[in-house]
């Protein structure tokens, strides 16, 4: 029998519905959509496979333990009790993180010490020793949730954050994280064969996770998870789930990709973090600045994290920017659909151009929208 475990998928907040659906179509169970991630049951080759394919997930988290709490002392007693040398040995070092929402607690940090110290009075008690603490590159992750009367003890079975798909060569100045773009590709209705192009493409993220999306190349393939140092995990699956995502990988091929930059630098960036990937020859390159380009094709999607301002001067340039923007678009790309990630909530007003959906997304712990413009020949205001 196979054993059916708890699991939760935090993601960027905003991605919620579409990580449900992702992790649905890789079979998961019992899915529910939460604030930050979603909720899901299954056994460890579920698992497994959902931290390899998942483009959205952040993490894939399986929950140990749960139950009420009034003080630091019941969590304390929850995770002293747990077989934590049956899930790691005292060789391996550890790390504990607490998050919480509306949490009656006083110190989140307090509540941390607890539970690592529950888990060296565990080893103290079954060998004599107690795990060293690593907070950069730990063995064993182990994460604590609290809401407003339970806690939730999670163990990582991700280790790195699963939107590190590997070295990112060059990440420009403000890096969008891979899980934030492929969730804004899955809410435009973007798939592999429409033409897509970021005209503000910097280090080219959306294009890098629409090209292998497109090549059927697992988001995790190039990397190791933290399942693979669990103890007494079962990886009996794991050959065979990683086997067959090697099978179906493509290699690189010509792909209706196309990014656009004023700056030269940035496109170096981009080239090279394709180059890195195994992705030379997906896409198509060109330094231009938006208000004098032309579409690469007739019709397709423009996805973008167009530039907003933080300081005043900058707001300046874009209260001049936006209106052009929105007659470029106007008058040269009717046939196309544009989505722009901005966290300037002003965009809209700025391009004179009608928004017809509005998805409040967080990139970080920056509140944004994504805006979607139907472009049309004619009037569009």
């Known amino acids: 029998m196979k054993t059916t475990h708890h699991f939760f998928a935090p993601c960027p907040r905003g991605l919620e519905t579409v990580l449900a659906e992702e992790l649905t179509e890789l079979g998961a169970l019992s899915v529910v959509a939460g604030d930050a991630g979603v909720a899901f049951e299954g056994d460890a080759a579920l698992a497994m496979n959902a931290n390899l394919e998942s483009r959205i997930a952040s993490r894939i988290l399986w929950r140990v333990a749960t139950g009420p709490y009034h003080n630091e002392q019941v969590i304390y007693e929850a995770a002293l009790a747990l077989p934590w040398s049956e899930w790691m040995d005292v060789e391996q070092t550890i790390m504990v993180e607490t998050n919480a929402r509306r949490c009656p607690l006083r110190s989140l940090d307090f509540v941390t010490l607890r539970v690592k110290d529950a888990v060296c009075d565990h080893f103290r008690n079954h060998v004599g020793s ?3 603490v690593d907070s950069r590159t730990p063995d064993i992750r182990i994460s ?7 806690f939730f003890l999670y163990l990582d079975t991700s280790g790195d954050a699963l939107f590190r798909r590997g070295e990112r060569v060059e990440s420009g100045e403000a890096p969008l994280k891979k899980n934030l773009a492929a969730g804004i590709l899955r809410i435009a209705g973007w ?10 493409c910097g280090a080219g993220t959306f294009l890098w996770e629409a090209a292998e999306w497109s090549l059927n190349r697992a988001a995790g393939l190039n990397r190791q998870f933290g399942f693979e140092h669990l103890k007494g995990w079962d990886l009996s699956a794991w050959p065979a789930i990683k086997a067959a995502a090697e099978a179906r990988a493509e290699p690189a091929r010509p792909l209706p990709l196309w990014g656009f930059d004023l700056k030269g630098d940035a496109l170096v960036a981009a080239e ?11 896409a ?13 094709a007739p019709e397709g999607y423009l996805i973008t994290n167009p530039p907003y301002g933080v300081r005043l001067g900058e707001q300046a340039e874009l209260a001049e920017l ?4 929105g007659d470029t678009l106007k008058k040269r790309y009717a046939g196309w659909t544009a989505w722009f990630l901005s966290a300037d909530m002003q965009l809209p007003k700025g391009i004179r151009l009608k928004v017809s959906r509005r998805t409040p997304l967080f990139n970080g712990a920056l509140e944004c929208r994504l805006f979607e413009i139907k472009l049309v020949s004619g009037s569009n205001r």
């Not at 064969?193 to 503000?200: E, H, V």
């Open 130 to 132: 107690r795990p060293s």
């Open 144 to 150: 604590i949730f609290l809401d407003e009367y339970h």
């Open 191 to 200: 798939r592999p064969g429409i033409p897509l192009l970021d005209p503000f």
């Open 272 to 282: 090279a973090n394709f180059e890195a990937a195994d992705l030379v020859g997906c």
């Open 284 to 296: 198509q390159w060109k330094q231009v600045n938006m208000l004098e380009s032309s579409p690469p």
């Open 322 to 325: 936006y209106p052009k923007l």
